[in-house]
């Protein structure tokens, strides 16, 4: 394949990889989205395999079979709950990757030394990030974000080392700095996320993956490839953006979420007014003659639901509703619930949801106060109402979802737990609010059964 064939495969897949993210921006062209982005990814690996530059065809194709393989095992394994995880290893697979190419030119004696330094820095700290990233989610390490006297000052120490070791590779290029370096910002990377919680793990994910990104761009430099550069700046790109959306949405400065999220601080929500109070509970069998005699219902989910893995059975129930009783169902997703962007529409979508019931924050937020139910299953820190009227709070300011103001609250929660942010929701305590302990699945089953009496 020349070089000039080589040009215009790699413009073409770039641009299918555009249409590609745009097809993602909604769930009814999503599907068409991946399937651009997998045409788009063929012609590219197609083109380099064939390019003049490879002269060695069997460890490429070994290499492709062996991903491949791994792919497609994790892709048909990995449950739907456990995307965050899978989404932060391929984040810190893409630095890693960057890393051994960078050591890779330096060794073949690259002269483009700025390149390979800034592929290897944001590589390494996208690797490390994603690997505590990928143990909080995956509950091999504690959710909540893991702070340390003095922590603060050490990751400027190690983030003016790492500028002072760059600055003299660069001016010396001795291959001692270069590998000292990339210690230091994989130690770097590790430290940046402890302090984080669970909670911020949305906006973590999306800077981790524009963080994969930009080293793909400096990689794309350093190797003069066209489509790495291009590719890479759409995901930095795209990731950046997202970042900003996801803060906007939780009134956050990403500054101080990447400074220590929700949990870094040791306040806890007064609730003194709640002290003295009981939880009401209930049965789903309470529940089911509530909802079937209800004229609008708007169903809440969260991560309890994705643990559970109970979105089949709520569109079940939600179908039991709108065809058996004509009752108005919609339900209600706030930008931030679950463990990564569009976590809880992956979910409804599928369990097949229709697109057109589902909403998002700003659009559904006012129609709880005409809701005769608000039915939240699994979710905690999107409805706490602290956000609102508690300045000492941990996550004041972030938008919630008015749940409150509709006239029967169900809340599906194994226990009265604080969500990830370790903020007590009063909600819980409130007159108007009925508790249903036990698995979200579970409970969720029953009441379908009693609709279906």
Do not use: C
């Amino acid at each position: 394949m020349t070089n000039h064939l080589l040009s215009i495969a790699y413009i073409l897949a770039s641009v299918l990889f555009i249409f590609s993210i745009r097809g993602l921006a909604s769930p009814e062209t999503a599907r068409r989205g991946n399937v651009l982005g997998i045409v788009g990814m063929v012609i590219a690996i197609g083109a380099t395999v064939y390019s003049p530059l490879v002269t060695d065809y069997w460890p490429v194709v070994a290499a492709i079979l062996v991903g491949g393989v791994i792919g497609t095992y994790f892709a048909i394994k990995v449950k739907m709950t456990s995307l965050p995880q899978m989404i932060a290893a391929f984040n810190g697979l893409g630095g890693l990757s960057a890393v051994f190419i960078a050591v890779a030119e330096i060794l073949a004696g690259s002269t483009m030394l700025i390149e390979n330094v800034l592929g290897l820095i944001i590589g390494a700290v996208a690797f490390s990030g994603s690997v505590i990233a990928f143990a909080k989610l995956q509950g091999l390490m504690k959710p909540k974000a893991i702070v340390f006297f003095g922590q603060q000052a050490l990751n400027l120490i190690l983030g003016l080392a790492m500028i002072a070791l760059a600055v003299l590779f660069v001016m010396t290029p001795n291959t001692d700095y270069f590998y000292i370096l990339a210690a230091v910002s994989i130690v770097l990377g590790f430290l940046l996320v402890l302090p984080i919680g669970g909670a911020d793990m949305p906006v973590v994910i999306s800077v981790l993956n524009a963080y994969s990104g930009w080293a793909a761009v400096g990689i794309g430099f350093s190797l003069n490839n066209v489509l790495l550069i291009i590719v890479g700046a759409i995901v930095g790109a795209s990731g950046a953006i997202l970042s900003y959306i996801m803060t906007k949405a939780m009134n956050r400065s990403l500054t101080s979420v990447m400074l220590g999220g929700f949990g870094a601080e040791s306040h806890t929500a007064a609730l003194s007014s709640h002290e003295d109070k009981t939880a009401k509970s209930g049965s789903p069998d309470d529940a089911a003659f509530i909802m079937e005699n209800a004229n609008k219902v708007i169903i809440v989910p969260g991560y309890g639901m994705a643990v559970a893995q109970a979105q089949h059975v709520l569109k079940e129930m939600g179908d039991d509703l709108r065809q058996k009783y004509g009752v108005e169902v919609k339900y209600a997703i706030h930008p931030v619930a679950g463990r990564m962007p569009g976590h809880m529409n992956v979910l409804l979508a599928e369990a097949n949801v229709p697109y057109e019931d589902v909403f998002e924050l700003e659009d559904i937020n006012r129609e709880f106060a005409t809701a005769d139910v608000a039915y939240v299953i699994g979710a905690n820190d999107v409805t706490n109402p602290l956000a609102k009227t508690d300045a000492s709070s941990p996550i004041y300011g972030m938008p919630v979802l008015d749940v409150g103001k509709a006239k029967t609250v169900f809340f599906v929660k194994r226990s009265l737990a604080s969500g990830y942010s370790g903020v007590e929701n009063p909600l819980f305590f409130a007159d108007n609010t009925i508790m249903l302990y036990g698995d979200a699945k579970k409970v969720t089953e029953e009441i379908v059964s009693a609709l279906e009496r």
